[in-house]
């Protein structure tokens, strides 16, 4: 099991498709123009109204995060790991129902994401010898919270015909690189959804 795109469109609400994410910061000249081209900051694209894809962006984060936690030479509680935690606790909740329980979908908007129901959720106070049993045990897994369900089985070629949600599910479904830029370093972080995909169904 991971953390793929396809969670972050179904759960986190992010857009998958369209004009990348680019993060950095725009002079004055970028700024003060109204071109609307692809190389835009995001600060114009808001008051564009443009979709931006954020969540190639946010996977790529959390995995650079949580490899710098797994991989850090003193310990998981010393690395100073930055990561938007909160989509992992959104995650956590979907797959490990028993780790976090949701708030009521009547509290929330139909068009608010998944995600929002975890909002100020406190997780389970376990061992982490429990947590271990709960990660390894089948019975604690929810495999397909954010399955692509289709009535029949179907194929899905990328002949420019396909729906936007279903170029998407194929786009998530596609092995390819994360990049990852903190501070002054550029990472890629690689990204296989093939490896886990029974969690789509």
Not at 52 to 68: C, E, P, Q, R, W
Not at 177 to 184: C, K
């Amino acid at each position: 099991m991971s953390i793929s795109l396809y969670d972050w469109k179904v759960i986190g609400g992010l857009p998958i498709s369209d004009i990348s994410y680019k993060e950095f910061i725009p002079t004055n000249d970028d700024l003060q123009q109204e071109n609307k081209d692809r190389d835009v900051p995001y600060g114009l694209f808001n008051s564009t109204r443009v979709k931006v894809s954020l969540a190639l962006t946010t996977v790529g984060y959390i995995y650079h995060g949580l490899g710098g936690i797994a991989t850090y030479p003193e310990g998981f509680g010393y690395s100073n790991a930055c990561l938007p935690i909160h989509y992992v606790i959104g995650w956590l909740g979907e797959h490990f129902s028993y780790l976090y329980k949701r708030r009521a979908d009547k509290e929330f908007s139909a068009y608010y994401p998944l995600l929002a129901r975890y909002a100020g959720v406190v997780g389970r106070d376990l061992s982490i010898t429990f947590a271990r049993i709960i990660f390894r045990s089948n019975e604690s897994v929810n495999y397909h919270p954010t399955a692509f369900t289709e009535a029949e089985d179907c194929f899905l070629i990328d002949d420019e015909q396909l729906s936007n949600e279903r170029f998407e599910f194929l786009f998530c479904m596609r092995s390819t690189f994360l990049p990852v830029r903190v501070d002054d370093h550029l990472s890629l972080e690689p990204h296989y959804p093939d490896r886990f995909a029974r969690q789509f169904g």
